[in-house]
C-alpha cells in the first residue's frame, strides 16, 4: 500500500485498467486507503466512494473525540459520483472530518439478503 488510490475498470475478456486519474479519484489525503465502500451516498443513482484511512487507529480516534490537538488527523473522504464523469471529495463536506478506525467493513443490503 502506497497511499495511491486505484480504480480499476473491467474492459472485458479479463483485462482491467487503471481509471483512478481519469475518474478524478487519486488525490486524497490518505496515507495509505485501505477500506472502501461503493454505494449510493446521495440516491441519485450513481455509486458513491468512501475510502477509510489504514492509519487511523484506535488511540487517535479517542484522542479526537475528547477534544485533544493532534499533529496528523486521520479522517475518511467521500467521493461523490458526477454522473459518471469522475468524482468530487465531498468528505469534509458531510462532516468526515474525525477518525474513524475501520480496517475492514461490511455494507447492509436493504432488501435483507446479505
Same mark, same amino acid.
Given at each position: ?39 449510493? $451516498?446521495? #440516491? ?10 489504514? *492509519?487511523?487507529? +484506535?488511540?487517535?480516534? %479517542? ?15 467521500? $467521493?461523490? #459520483? ?10 469534509? *463536506?458531510?462532516? +468526515?472530518?474525525?477518525? %474513524? ?14
Amino acid at each position: 500500500m502506497d497511499g495511491t488510490c486505484r480504480l480499476f475498470h473491467q474492459e472485458g475478456h479479463g483485462a482491467f485498467r487503471d481509471a483512478a486519474d481519469d475518474a478524478g479519484i487519486t488525490q486524497t489525503q490518505i496515507d495509505r486507503p485501505v477500506t472502501c465502500w461503493f454505494w449510493d $451516498f446521495d #440516491n441519485d443513482g450513481w455509486l458513491d466512494v468512501f475510502v477509510n484511512d489504514y *492509519d487511523c487507529s +484506535l488511540a487517535e480516534t %479517542i484522542a479526537d473525540y475528547m477534544g485533544l490537538k493532534l499533529e496528523h488527523l486521520s479522517h475518511s473522504q467521500l $467521493f461523490r #459520483n458526477l454522473e459518471g464523469t469522475g468524482f468530487r471529495d465531498i468528505g469534509e *463536506d458531510v462532516g +468526515l472530518v474525525h477518525p %474513524i478506525s475501520a480496517r475492514c467493513s461490511r455494507t447492509p443490503v436493504a432488501d435483507g439478503t446479505g
